[in-house]
């Protein structure tokens, strides 16, 4: 079975910067395309950020284009949220997924394994 942990949420001023981890075990990490999507409340789940198995290839949503960065270490199981200037509308649970689908994956039902989400605050 595979596991997604993720960490690195909290509490930030608008303006301000988390970086957002997912450590994957159980399979073949470097198997898994991998995503970061989030939920506001009262709204449904959204695709933040998406990479291929290699990291070659990425996605980002318009609303987070030039602010966030997502990138992979194969190596040690392990994918990455970088979020700069953060704005209070980014306030939602954030929970990195795998999909088993190759290619980049912007789709929430080609996506296998979710993680439990952590909490991202922004205020203003």
């Known amino acids: 079975q595979v596991q997604l942990v993720e960490s690195g949420g909290g509490w930030v001023q608008a303006g301000g910067s988390l970086r957002l981890s997912c450590v994957v075990s159980?399979?073949?990490?470097?198997?898994?395309?991998m995503g970061w999507f989030r939920q506001a409340p009262g709204k449904e789940r959204e695709i933040v950020a998406a990479?291929?198995?290699?990291?070659?290839?990425?996605y980002y949503a318009d609303s987070v284009k030039e602010r966030f960065t997502i990138s992979r270490d194969n190596a040690k199981n392990t994918v990455y949220l970088q979020m700069n200037s953060l704005k209070p509308e980014d306030t939602a649970v954030y929970y990195c997924?795998?999909?088993?689908?190759?290619?980049?994956?912007?789709?929430?039902?080609?996506?296998?394994?979710w993680g439990q989400g952590t909490q991202v605050t922004v205020s203003s």
């Open positions: 159980g399979r073949t990490f470097s198997r898994y395309a």
């Open positions: 997924a795998a999909s088993g689908t190759a290619g980049t994956i912007t789709r929430v039902d080609l996506y296998d394994y």
């Open positions: 990479i291929n198995w290699s990291g070659g290839s990425t």
